[in-house]
């Protein structure tokens, strides 16, 4: 194993993980979604060591996190009149919009050259404390190895990084536990969603009725935010979808149970040992599964199974059912 240069520690001493970030270190941090990978958004030394530590292409995009609208505005161009009302209803919160870049204070390496710069506000009290004590934003993509599944509680990042960071900044379990939702801007300046995530459409168009889904040609073009490639969120053991619903559940018959892993919305599946499978929601709510389940995924990648199963969640085909389906359809690509 090589050598790696950090004990990584955990803890919830902002002032520590101030003084890190300020002197161009890594900090994992906690925000509603999952835990971020920060350094200094505008210090390209920091940037690239973000790339390095996840084993991140260039060409992927980063999100910027600011403590306030009033810190974000010198970071960005004009802001489209949807956006600023998307701005008031959602943040502090699980959104992300993509606009106009101001190149003087935004290096090309948080946008991979594009004219766009994502942004969001973490909702997150220990998150919101650490920006208030910087005076410049934190590039966070996720704190994972690049297209590993997303962290939600601090052992998974250590389990992670561990060696690769100096800290991890401890602020328990995501409350939402999946990606922010990604806005981007049309051509009349409504709202199009590029990733889903908690903030659904419904939501969206609740408070901007324009707001809809990029269309198939807006989606064939080279990704233009974080969180479009076509594989991400994989475990290490091989993935196959099913459902929603047992139509299509796969007979436990078919597959060695001593080697086999599940993961279901409401109830295991019968023929598998319970030791191996993990129910989002017995209950059946979709913010619960929502939660658990980049947790699930972790919890039964460690058990050194050779296949896991998992059943698709209800979809709208515009809530949140949508957003979990795309997360998992997108792991069982690897």
């Not at 204070?105 to 650490?130: E, F, N, S």
């Not at 050194?304 to 059912?321: I, S, T």
């Amino acid at each position: 194993m090589p050598n790696l240069p950090f004990q990584t520690a955990t803890g919830t001493d902002l002032a520590h993980a101030a003084a890190l970030l300020r002197a161009g270190q890594l900090v994992a941090i906690p925000t509603e979604t999952v835990y971020g990978l920060a350094g200094n958004g505008t210090d390209e030394a920091a940037l690239r060591a973000i790339f390095a530590a996840k084993n991140r292409p260039v060409s992927n995009p980063l999100i910027l996190h600011f403590g306030s609208v009033a810190q974000l505005r010198p970071y960005v161009g004009a802001v489209p009149a949807a956006a600023e009302v998307l701005l008031a209803h959602f943040s502090p919160g699980p959104l992300t919009l993509l606009l106009p870049r101001n190149p003087a204070r935004v290096p090309d390496l948080v946008t991979a050259g594009l004219p766009d710069v994502a942004v969001r506000l973490p909702a997150h009290p220990l998150t919101q404390q650490l920006l208030g004590q910087l005076d410049f934003p934190l590039a966070a993509p996720s704190a994972n190895p690049f297209g590993y599944i997303s962290p939600t509680r601090p052992a998974h990042v250590l389990r992670q990084l561990g060696g690769r960071i100096p800290y991890i900044l401890d602020g328990g379990p995501c409350a939402a536990g999946i990606e922010s939702t990604v806005v981007g801007f049309g051509p009349a300046g409504e709202p199009v969603v590029y990733r889903p995530g908690v903030v659904t459409l419904a939501a969206l168009q609740a408070v901007v009725p324009s707001a809809r889904l990029r269309t198939p040609a807006e989606a064939a073009q080279p990704a233009a935010s974080p969180g479009l490639l076509p594989f991400h969120y994989a475990p290490h053991t091989p993935l196959r979808l099913f459902g929603p619903g047992r139509a299509d559940a796969p007979l436990a018959a078919s597959f060695d149970p001593t080697a086999t892993g599940a993961i279901t919305w409401r109830e295991p599946l019968p023929g598998l040992p319970l030791v191996q499978q993990y129910v989002l929601s017995p209950a059946g709510s979709l913010l619960e599964a929502a939660q658990n389940l980049y947790a699930a995924l972790h919890q039964l990648d460690q058990l050194g199974l050779q296949l896991l199963l998992a059943e698709r969640l209800p979809d709208d085909g515009h809530g949140l059912g949508a957003a979990l389906n795309e997360r998992l359809e997108k792991a069982a690509k690897r």
